[in-house]
């Protein structure tokens, strides 16, 4: 992956792993297998009908040109990722509002002012078909919906699972990306390594209790996924679930010894990873 898609978590990561606490900082790894099956879409205000299908005829397209290709291909390939800015909050002009955590690279991040990612990429196309001022609010994951539901965004753009309890406050778009969770350890963990698919992960987890500490993201499909949840089908585990407002600090606390594992969506967990591993 180019050096520019990791720049962001390197910046921030090298400030924390300055001060962190505990043991001595060690690689981390991502273990290669899919825990989960999720498909990523855009959650549009209930009362914007008009541009729920404007943005379904636009991931349609996209997807059909190759043009989504090409901007995965500047995260996950040899591309060049694309600066997106975000223009003041204005009532009084034509603006695409968007929700977003930018803490969910290579989906949504930050260089100094500048966004960057997939769904970012795709909010500037879009706020350009559509003939608005792109306008980009940066907030905590699991106020993302909320912050659609309340009408204070028009289009929740974020690395969005869809999900029932989701629908009470926005409506899904078509998807447009299929996702997974994965589990990062210290690179010197090797109680997963003979596993070939979530069935034997799973085989572990489920003999921890609780005196094992598993960090996820607040609000994200790997929190329901550790701690349970009969809508979402997860049985959960008897571990003891800390939430974190990102992914990168969780992996940080991960590697100062206070968690034992991190679940978390794979495409970010393979970017945190390798930002912090460049630093080792």
Request: net charge negative; glycine share 8%; charged share 30%.
């Amino acid at each position: 992956m180019k050096k520019l898609v990791a720049m962001g978590l390197v910046v921030i990561l090298s400030a924390m792993l300055a001060c962190g606490c505990g043991e001595s900082a060690k690689e981390a790894k991502v273990i290669d297998v899919e825990l989960t099956q999720e498909e990523y879409a855009f959650g549009v205000d209930k009362d914007q009908d008009d541009l729920l299908q404007k943005a379904n005829e636009f991931i349609k397209e996209i997807k059909g040109n190759g043009k989504f290709d090409e901007i995965c291909n500047k995260y996950f390939g040899d591309g060049e990722p694309t600066a997106v800015a975000s223009a003041a909050l204005d009532s009084t002009k034509d603006q695409l509002v968007v929700a977003t955590n930018a803490s969910f690279e290579p989906f949504e991040y930050m260089i100094g002012d500048s966004y960057y990612g997939i769904d970012m990429e795709i909010a500037a196309l879009l706020a350009e078909r559509l003939g608005k001022e792109l306008v980009i609010q940066n907030m905590d994951f699991d106020a993302v919906c909320l912050s659609v539901g309340q009408h204070k965004s028009d289009i929740a753009m974020a690395g969005l699972t869809v999900k029932e309890d989701r629908k009470e406050y926005v409506n899904f778009s078509e998807s447009y990306y299929n996702a997974s969770q994965s589990l990062i350890v210290k690179a010197d963990n090797t109680e997963f390594d003979s596993c070939e698919d979530a069935a034997g992960v799973e085989e572990i987890l489920k003999k921890k209790d609780e005196s094992v500490k598993v960090g996820v993201q607040n609000g994200t499909t790997g929190q329901r996924y550790c701690e349970g949840d009969e809508e979402w089908e997860f049985e959960g585990f008897a571990v003891t679930t800390t939430g974190y407002k990102n992914g990168s600090l969780a992996v940080q606390d991960l590697l100062n010894g206070n968690i034992d594992y991190v679940i978390i969506d794979s495409a970010p967990a393979k970017c945190i990873t390798e930002a912090i591993n460049k630093m080792q």
